[in-house]
């Protein structure tokens, strides 16, 4: 039988649709099983406990378990690899963060290519760091510590949390754009870090502002500018650095992602509900009680903001020489 062409179009059409039915009806009726969210870092971690954070609040809303699942080691490439590797289907994600971004140029025998890896899905906070000193040293403002470098140069010593830490890239900027040298002093992580500064066996380091911020109330360090661009409601005192080294702005951030590919109606819908949950009265006033900042973004916001943030540190990392090692 020969069927009339607009009857033969319409049916072809039809048929042609019919493969994304599966794919949408999937992604409606995601999750049906548990998820797990793949953290990079040990239990008990800021990452952690925010993962844990949104991943009660994922199971709570979409009624399937998020287990959060703790994959150490390599800075968090192990974690990022497994997730990479791993089907699209959105039932494995990673927690990503400033890291992730700065792995992507420190570490040269990578197996994936971070940026193009990944599906952002959403972000969900940020934080700034604080610029400190022992209070021996004979500084109060940036202006005057940078003219204290210049005229001992070889002499100040840095104390970070590790080569290639954001605490370190901190430092490594203001190093670039201040015209400055230090002595970098890497230590196994901020908190020894931040007792030798205490103790005086180093000069200056870049901390995150949640962590320093009660030995700067109590004197034990002195707080020179902030990384951010305006001044902190929990430091409203302390100016940003970026007042006396123009185009100095960083700050320690995470979200997120899934496997490339992984259908965009999950993707949606994942970040429908993180941004819910940012809203919440009560994740925002746990927010506010880590001096972390709540960061709903897009998905393509997100995306541009790591592929800003993987140039960003990769320039810094390529001029100052830094390595893995």
């Known amino acids: 039988m020969k069927l009339p062409r607009r009857r033969f179009l319409h049916l072809a059409a039809g048929a042609a649709a019919l493969p994304a039915l599966p794919r949408t009806a999937a992604a409606l009726d995601y999750p049906t099983r548990p998820v797990r969210i793949v953290v990079g870092f040990p239990g008990g971690s ?43 289907d959105g039932y494995t994600l990673l927690l990503v963060g400033s890291n992730h971004a700065i792995n992507a140029t420190l570490f040269g025998n990578l197996k994936f290519d971070f940026v193009h890896d990944i599906a952002p899905i959403a972000g969900t906070m940020r934080t700034w760091g604080v610029m400190e000193v022992n209070p021996s040293v004979p500084v109060r403002t940036v202006a005057e ?55 005086g066996r180093t000069q200056v380091m ?44 960083a700050s320690l951030w995470q979200g997120l992602v899934a496997p490339k590919n992984t259908p965009v109606e999950i993707v949606d819908k994942l970040n429908a509900e993180i941004n819910a949950g940012l809203a919440d009265p009560q994740i925002k006033a746990w927010f506010a009680g880590h001096a972390l900042v709540p960061m709903p973004l897009a998905p393509a916001a997100f995306g541009t903001l790591i592929a800003d943030e993987t140039e960003k540190w990769g320039k810094v990392i390529r001029a100052a020489h830094i390595t893995a090692d």
């Open 46 to 88: 800021i990452s952690d406990v925010l993962a844990r954070l949104m991943g009660k609040w994922l199971s709570d809303r979409l009624g399937q378990p998020f287990v959060i699942e703790n994959k150490p080691g390599a800075s968090g490439n192990i974690a990022s690899e497994l997730v990479i590797r791993s089907a699209p």
């Open 145 to 199: 510590f940078i003219s204290y470098a210049k005229a001992n140069p070889g002499k100040v010593t840095m104390a970070t949390a590790g080569k290639g830490s954001i605490l370190h890239m901190y430092g490594a900027l203001f190093m670039m754009l201040a015209g400055v040298s230090m002595v970098d002093i890497p230590y196994r992580g901020a908190p020894p870090a931040l007792l030798d500064l205490m103790a």
């Open 206 to 249: 870049f901390d995150n502002v949640a962590t320093s911020l009660e030995y700067i109330r109590a004197g034990k360090v002195r707080a020179l500018g902030v990384t951010a661009t305006k001044r902190l409601d929990v430091l409203p005192d302390v100016p940003p650095i970026s007042d006396v080294v123009p185009g100095y702005e």
